[in-house]
């Protein structure tokens, strides 16, 4: 038996037999229940559970973290304000078995479960419910997620797939963010962070209300950013700033109908960055070049909610975005998004609820090719249309909960596709969960895979064919030249556990393993071509730990394991290219009223394929909260190493960007 | 949209009952496993708490005997180590300006006072109690922080909240952690 046979045998036999065990040790557990956290079941819940607590749906208390039967971490605004980090992409580090790898000063690539590429290109990311992921290049574009950092309401991470509400590239991952309302915004903010990184970076924020039931707030953001270093010290060509603006407004209006807009826009033209473009006069041969990027972009958003009645609640979001973006090697887009989604949810009885919905999606882009990308045809029009249906069925007083549901989409690529999951809880107790998951996620090839040419290098005819040069160049590139690819798609098993354990402790354990098929891979055999021809496992655990030993220490600690085994062409750029081992650890410790001492430490496996040695890397702050209205912190990060890389792009860059230690500090104002 | 309300669903089963005092009692749930959070996060002058095992006091002002129906379970229970004891008073007795001498004496051996449908003016007869006061004090009337509570909860149509005066809270001698500040409404 081959060792990958063995690891297949031995985690399929555990998916079977874990969950028996897990059901008979919790009917067990039954008797521990204790009759006052029986009688209110919320006791358990932190402060951003209860926050987000639905009191409309008025049947129970189950919509929580701790019964969810998925691998979620929420990220909360204390954490934001407690780990120092100055972008959404490295709050993500927190998230056990989330690696974020920085590529440049204003690149990140973000990935979960195993695989990961030079982009975030497997997660799904939402703002306020709005998609970010950017369907020309189907990625999460890390840099032009950013807004002033006090107003994230929380950051609620899932790993694994969450396609079958969200669909489509929410394969491995969804991360979604809630930003403030406006009535919890109000007044004067005025933040500014500046560093040997960060010169540096300026909020403003003002918040009012019109009336009792009429809040809004306008805001403006200017980041300074500045470059990584080179293995020799030497700045990277990175720096880059952006500026943003933005505004919302919030209405409760009568019968339980609120509605919100809120809408943003961004601009840079320094997004400073390298790349090797191809020469067309010399074979194999590449020029190398400094520029900076831009990025123009604006957005819209309306939302309007409504609980009718007991058994009723509706949400309808629509939105339209605007965006301009140039990148290093020259090549220029133009693109418009409109989205309109529907959520219902309609309590059947005590123990049944249903969750419908359907969503469209218009995108229309232009494109201007550079000598190293082009998209073929330069313009194009596409329509996503999807519907989704999702009931949930309590049995045994609430204790088991079974969640069966299915988004249909049709998309202008592959044509319809379906997404569908079956989760199942257990919750003897208050203070333990146990859950498993089954779930069909589907990766569609999009826009970047089925019209993009890229073109490393040009090629003389001749030394192609062994000879001696003809004289004759063209163009060597890597597309789908014309083939339709397929779907990637996903089978996802996941298992999970969480506990309480005295007032003190949480746990909270994931393990999972995904079998993926049709993985788009450029062929080994015919240079260039995209194929579907890679398939493979990956297997894993995810482990957090929190510790609250006084009500002015919080300990968290959390850990990923991860494992890929890839077969068919380019297997080499598959596996291999996620960290085995991730561990984080992570302290918030309060002294006296005025003072905060945190403190985090990170440690990374290498990942060869990317360049990237292993790393630990520890950051220290300490915020003296001067008064009511003024805060000082100071923060040194990446402190036990002078730099250090995480990913190399070397197929655009010469030299791998490395991350530098630094120090800054943040001033916050309200008034 | 937090993807909790609606992607991992399981939820927003279970209970019977279907009527407006259903929701009203997973607010008032909801609040005292607040409190509870509140109480877990806070640190009290060791004069007024000295050790891990002494009890903690929770004077809750209310006539609505909602009071009378957690006290059984909450005298059972333990947070941080500390027995909990419950005062309930039905409504604070002032006379000439002044809270009556017994009222006033529990109120300072209180280490919360959670005043449910508060009165602007009896705020104020809370607050003046001590120069530094050593006892959170919480309520449910709409601006209870605005008007110098510590913590007021708010309740809108789907969410129960909480509004922090920083100010008020700066001024006692309890300490609360950044955690419950920070997850809260600031009010000026």
């Known amino acids: 038996m081959s060792l990958k046979s063995f690891h297949r045998g031995y985690i399929t036999t555990s998916l079977l037999v874990i969950p028996l065990i897990t059901l008979v040790f919790a009917t067990a557990l039954q008797a521990q229940t204790d009759d006052l956290l029986e009688e209110n079941s919320f006791l358990n819940m932190s402060i951003a559970e209860l926050s987000d607590m639905d009191v409309s749906a008025v049947t129970g208390a189950t919509e929580t973290w701790f019964r969810s039967p998925a691998a979620v971490y929420v990220i909360t605004q204390d954490d934001i304000q407690r780990t120092g980090h100055q972008n959404i992409a490295d709050l993500l580090r927190m998230v056990p078995g989330v690696n974020v790898a920085q590529v440049s000063a204003n690149s990140w690539s973000v990935g979960t479960r195993g695989i990961q590429g030079q982009f975030t290109d497997s997660m799904l990311m939402l703002v306020d419910g709005r998609s970010v992921y950017d369907p020309l290049q189907y990625v999460i574009r890390w840099d032009t997620q950013d807004m002033i950092m006090d107003d994230i309401q929380n950051i609620e991470v899932i790993r694994g797939p969450g396609t079958t509400l969200w669909g489509s590239n929410a394969v491995n991952g969804v991360v979604s963010l809630t930003t403030k309302t406006a009535e919890q915004t109000q007044g004067w903010l005025f933040n500014s962070v500046f560093g040997t990184q960060l010169e540096p970076i300026v909020s403003l924020r003002y918040g009012d209300k019109i009336n009792d039931n009429t809040h809004f707030r306008v805001w403006s953001k200017y980041a300074n950013r500045n470059s990584l270093v080179h293995e020799d010290g030497s700045d990277a060509p990175d720096d880059w700033d952006m500026f943003r603006a933005g505004f919302r407004l919030d209405v409760d209006a009568p019968n339980q109908l609120n509605w919100s807009i809120q809408g943003s826009f961004f601009h840079t033209d320094r997004l400073g960055g390298d790349s090797l473009l191809p020469d067309p006069t010399t074979s194999f041969a590449t020029n190398y070049a400094i520029t900076d990027g831009r990025i123009s972009n604006g957005y819209i958003q309306a939302t309007l909610s409504q609980q009718s009645n007991e058994e009723n609640k509706w949400t309808i979001m629509t939105s339209y975005e605007r965006s301009n973006r140039s990148t290093h090697d020259g090549f220029e887009s133009l693109r418009d998004m409109f989205e309109i989604d529907y959520r219902h949810r309609h309590t059947i009885n005590q123990d049944m609820l249903l969750i419908w919905g359907g969503s469209w999606r218009y995108t229309s882009d232009h494109t201007e090719a550079s000598s190293a990308v082009a998209f073929i045809p330069q313009d194009k029009t596409t329509n996503l249309v999807t519907g989704f249906l999702q009931g949930s069925w309590q049995f045994m007083d609430d204790k088991l909960a079974l969640v069966l549901g299915t988004k249909l989409e049709h998309n202008d690529y592959t044509g319809f596709e379906y997404h569908p999951s079956a989760r199942l809880s257990f919750t003897p107790d208050i203070n333990n969960t146990f859950w498993s998951s089954i779930s069909r996620a589907v990766r569609t090839p999009g826009r970047v895979n089925s019209s993009s040419q890229i073109t490393p290098f040009y090629a003389d005819t001749g030394l192609l064919a062994g000879g001696p040069p003809s004289g004759f160049i063209i163009p060597i590139q890597i597309g789908s030249n014309g083939q339709e690819l397929s779907s990637e798609t996903l089978f996802a098993y996941e298992l999970g556990y969480r506990t309480h354990l005295g007032n003190d402790w949480t746990i909270d354990w994931t393990g999972y393993l995904n079998r993926y098929n049709n993985l788009i891979t450029t062929s080994d055999t015919n240079f260039g071509q995209l194929t579907n021809d890679l398939e493979g496992e990956v297997y894993g655990s995810e482990l957090s730990v929190t510790w609250i030993p006084s009500p002015t220490l919080r300990l968290e600690a959390g850990y990923g394991f991860s494992r890929s085994f890839m077969h068919g062409n380019g297997e080499s750029s598959y596996e291999n290219s996620f960290p085995v081992n991730q561990f984080h650890l992570r302290s918030y410790l309060d002294i006296g009223q005025d003072l905060e001492l945190n403190a985090a430490m990170y440690y990374v496996d290498e990942v060869e394929i990317q360049d990237a040695e292993s790393y630990l890397r520890l950051d220290l702050g300490l915020t003296w909260h001067v008064n009511a209205n003024l805060n000082l912190s100071l923060w040194g990060q990446n402190l036990l190493d002078n730099q250090h890389s995480e990913f190399f792009d070397n197929d655009r860059s010469m030299e791998v960007s490395q991350i530098p230690s630094s120090v800054f500090l943040r001033v916050n104002m309200t008034f | ?188």
Not at chain 2, 68 to 83: D, M, R, W
Not at chain 2, 141 to 164: C, L, N, Q, T
């Open chain 2, 1 to 188: 949209m937090p993807l909790l309300w609606i992607v991992l669903s399981v939820g927003m089963l279970g209970q019977s009952e279907s009527s407006e005092s259903a929701r009203e009692n997973k607010i008032q749930k909801i609040k005292i496993a607040y409190m509870v959070n509140f109480i877990r996060f806070t640190v009290w002058p060791e004069s007024h708490l000295p050790n891990d095992d002494s009890t903690l006091v929770i004077s809750m002002i209310d006539n609505s005997g909602f009071a009378q129906k957690i006290q059984g379970s909450l005298s059972k229970a333990k947070i941080n180590q500390h027995p909990i004891q419950l005062h309930i008073i039905d409504e604070l007795k002032i006379t000439d300006g002044q809270i009556h001498e017994e009222q006033k004496n529990k109120l300072l051996a209180s280490h919360v006072i959670y005043y449910r449908n508060a009165h602007k003016s009896d705020i104020e007869f809370l607050t003046g109690l001590q120069d530094q006061p050593q006892f959170l004090l919480l309520g449910d009337m709409k601006d209870f922080a605005e008007h110098g509570g510590m913590i007021g909860f708010k309740e809108s149509s789907s969410k129960v909240g909480f509004y922090v005066n920083i100010n008020a809270i700066r001024q006692s001698k309890i300490q609360i952690s950044s955690k419950v500040l920070r997850l809260g409404t600031t009010v000026r």
